[in-house]
């Protein structure tokens, strides 16, 4: 098990790059997290959900998805609230007090689905949340030492040296965690490492010296791992307007979601992409504005009104520019949106934005698949998923966006045709539907399939890890502990 000594120390990255190598060294392997807090999930073939990364190191385990991978994913609906899934499918809703009182009645299921998992494969990797050193939330943790404990699971524990502080930081956990959980830590990893890694052997040293872990090894900065998708809203905040040629513009509601739906343009060096965060305006050179998902629409709508973005999109549109919404972002550009049990928080019904003629009820039973088909009126190919709990009503004499494979429809266009929308995710992805979308803006792709450019990515990392880690002693910790 991989633990951190903080959030966003690399686990995620960690565990798919170690998932890789184990597979290429032709063993079974399967990835796991107890509990998992994002609003960036993934669909798994029975239809459940699991948190994006443990969809991603599956696909470097070369295995489909399953929600056994995930038992517990929190999907934050407000800054109290979040609707809680357990093996895959929605248990309601549950404020942090009421999570706090009850998440020690999940280890079970949690254990359940570990051992289901571990019995499918020759070796398991484990990702923890946030940090061990949070000693405050132990007494009731699964997603750490708890899980750890409970399991019997050896831990390595990852410290980035490029926030700076990594020796405190590794150190400084041991000092604080219980003497029975520090024992559960075998060995450490510096991970974000720039420059010559031969400079921190002293580190390294006194490391091991004031903790009496091993060192697993020193790993260098990652840049293939800006080609993974990524989980943590965190990633949101850094520059993505690198490339030449229409501006994509996609601004960063309170409560975005799903939002790897835009990784494949970010690399696409016939467009820009801007994520725009609040407090500033849409800018108004751009091509296309793209509404994300999000998992509270009524109060990203609210949110989206107070940054005055209702005004800039308007703008925008009389200008001749293009909208697309995606899901939660396809709900907000109808005519009304309803929620009236407060599934997703506020009950009532407003009024949308009202470019789409659509009307949108949110229920509380979701929609969650795999789907593929075609742009209305195109060969052009798209493939991706569905993750929605609202019910759309589209206006009888609307244009549908995209036809299913199996000939039902979805989505609505505008009668100008600059505005669309739809509930697929992942709809960038296929160089086929990127190039359509594209064209549209006068832009040619690059005709890469983002699966494709992750599988490559996963291959470097791992030969990475095979260089800097010493996965061999990884393997013998886990195979003793079994």
């Known amino acids: 098990m991989l633990q951190g000594t903080g959030s966003d120390v690399g686990k995620s990255v960690l565990v798919a790059g170690l998932c890789r190598a184990l597979a290429n060294r032709g063993m079974i392997v399967r990835p796991f997290k107890p509990q998992n807090m994002s609003n960036n999930a993934a669909v798994t073939a029975e239809g459940g959900e699991i948190g994006r990364a443990q969809a991603l190191q599956a696909i470097a385990c070369r ?70 050193a949070e000693i405050n939330l132990r007494s009731r943790d699964i997603a750490n030492m708890g899980f750890a404990r409970a399991a019997g699971v050896p831990v390595v524990l990852v410290g980035d040296i490029d926030r700076g502080g990594v020796i405190a930081s590794l150190v400084g956990t041991q000092t604080v965690i219980d003497p029975a959980d520090a024992a559960m830590i075998h060995g450490f990893i510096v991970n974000k490492f720039r420059g010559d890694p031969k400079l921190f052997d002293d580190g390294l040293r006194a490391i091991a010296a004031a903790t009496g872990w091993a060192t697993i090894g020193v790993v260098p900065w990652l840049p293939a791992a800006a080609r993974l998708p990524a989980e943590d809203a965190v990633a949101l905040g850094r520059d993505t307007d690198a490339g030449t040629g229409p501006l994509i513009v996609v601004p960063m509601l309170s409560r975005i979601a799903n939002f790897d739906d835009f990784d494949a343009l970010a690399h696409e060096p016939g467009v820009r992409l801007a994520l725009i965060p609040p407090g500033r305006a849409l800018p108004g050179d751009a091509a296309l504005i793209v509404l994300p998902g999000t998992k509270a629409t009524i109060a990203d709508l609210a949110f989206c009104r107070a940054q005055g973005w209702d005004v800039d999109i308007a703008a925008h549109v009389r200008r001749g520019g293009q909208v697309l919404g995606i899901c939660g972002g396809y709900q907000i550009l109808g005519c009304t949106v309803a929620d009236p049990d407060g599934v997703e928080g506020f009950a009532g019904t407003v009024a949308g934005m009202g470019f789409l003629p659509i009307d949108t009820i949110i229920a509380s039973e979701k929609r969650t698949r795999g789907i593929s088909g075609t742009f209305v009126g195109t060969d052009a190919a798209f493939s991706g998923y569905e993750i929605h709990a609202g019910q759309t009503r589209v206006d009888p004499g609307a244009t549908p966006f995209l036809r299913f494979a199996d000939g039902t429809h979805d989505g609505a266009i505008a009668r100008n045709g600059q505005i669309a929308g739809c509930y697929v995710h992942g709809i960038f992805d296929r160089p086929t539907a990127r190039a359509h979308l594209l064209r549209r803006l006068g832009a040619a792709s690059d005709g890469l399939d983002r699966h494709d450019v992750i599988d490559a990515a996963l291959d470097e990392i791992a030969a990475t890890l095979e260089r800097v880690l010493d996965i061999d002693a990884l393997i013998a910790l886990g195979t003793k502990a079994a």
């Open 63 to 132: 295995a489909a998805p399953v929600a056994d991978m995930n038992p517990v994913l929190l999907k934050p609906q407000s800054d109290r609230d979040a609707q809680l899934v357990v093996n895959g499918r929605v248990r309601g809703t549950t404020s942090a007090s009421d999570y706090w009182g009850r998440n020690t009645n999940l280890l079970g299921e949690v254990l359940a689905a570990y051992h289901r998992l571990a019995a499918t494969a020759d070796f398991v990797v484990v990702e923890g949340a946030g940090s061990p």
